[in-house]
């Protein structure tokens, strides 16, 4: 099966909330994570990523907490807004050797935000 | 700078043709991923290509295969095609050379429908 997972398939939320995507994995040799946000009909855009030797990074309104222990990844959106309504991809890269290309994704989880 | 462009964005083959697809990536780009998109499987990753050579590979048949020029650019060959292999087949361009992952920038997509 695979390594990476989503806890919820969709996700409800008021504009203006907050909102929490989780993640888990199960390859601890992974050092690398990506959130994606894809929308209907486009590619898979980078959200932000996260290194295993950190626990958390922050960009414009998005914050990813990593929890090596629990092998848990989660992506919390702040005053979360209709243009964030999409599928949200967590992704892991097992760094074999230096090569970076092969992200293993999880099932994706669909943010819906209400007006 | 332009992204990673795919061609053609939509194609509609029959069981047992075969297919190519192509991929530009970023300029100054080296590295190059497909992917594979499915409802039922998500996103999968096939092949990852850096200076010509592939580096890795993804658990598929040896119906897909691929092919990357000296200007970076990408093919990939899906062989007998079968139903199964209808997708949306995804091309990432990454700037990392070696050691390290590095963000993946994904491009449309091709979306291949086999009758």
């Known amino acids: 099966g695979e390594s990476v997972g989503l806890h919820l398939p969709t996700l409800s939320v008021q504009e203006g909330d907050n909102s929490i995507i989780n993640c888990a994995y199960s390859n601890s040799a992974s050092d690398y994570f990506i959130w994606y946000k894809q929308e209907s009909g486009k590619g898979p855009q980078f959200i932000i990523d996260?290194?295993?030797?950190?626990d958390k990074r922050q960009g414009q309104r998005v914050t990813v907490l990593l929890n090596k222990t629990v092998k848990h990844l989660s992506l919390q959106i702040a005053a979360t807004q209709p243009g964030d309504s999409a599928v949200y991809f967590c992704a892991e890269n097992l760094n074999y050797g230096g090569s970076q290309g092969n992200l293993i994704f999880g099932k994706g989880t669909k943010l819906s935000v209400k007006p | 700078k332009a992204g990673v462009t795919q061609t053609p964005r939509y194609l509609i083959k029959t069981r047992g043709q075969q297919v190519t697809l192509s991929c530009s990536p970023i300029?100054?780009?080296?590295?190059v991923s497909w992917y594979q998109q499915t409802p039922g499987q998500g996103l999968q990753f096939l092949f990852e290509?850096?200076?010509?050579?592939?580096?890795n590979k993804g658990n598929f048949p040896g119906r897909f295969s691929g092919r990357q020029f000296s200007n970076s650019r990408s093919e990939m060959n899906v062989s007998t095609l079968e139903l199964g292999d209808s997708a949306l087949y995804l091309c990432?361009?990454?700037?990392?050379?070696?050691?390290?992952?590095?963000?993946?920038?994904f491009g449309p997509g091709t979306r291949l429908t086999v009758l």
């Open positions: 990432a361009s990454s700037s990392a050379k070696t050691g390290g992952p590095h963000e993946q920038f």
């Open positions: 290509y850096f200076s010509e050579t592939q580096r």
């Open positions: 300029s100054g780009h080296r590295s």
């Open positions: 996260i290194r295993s030797n950190m």
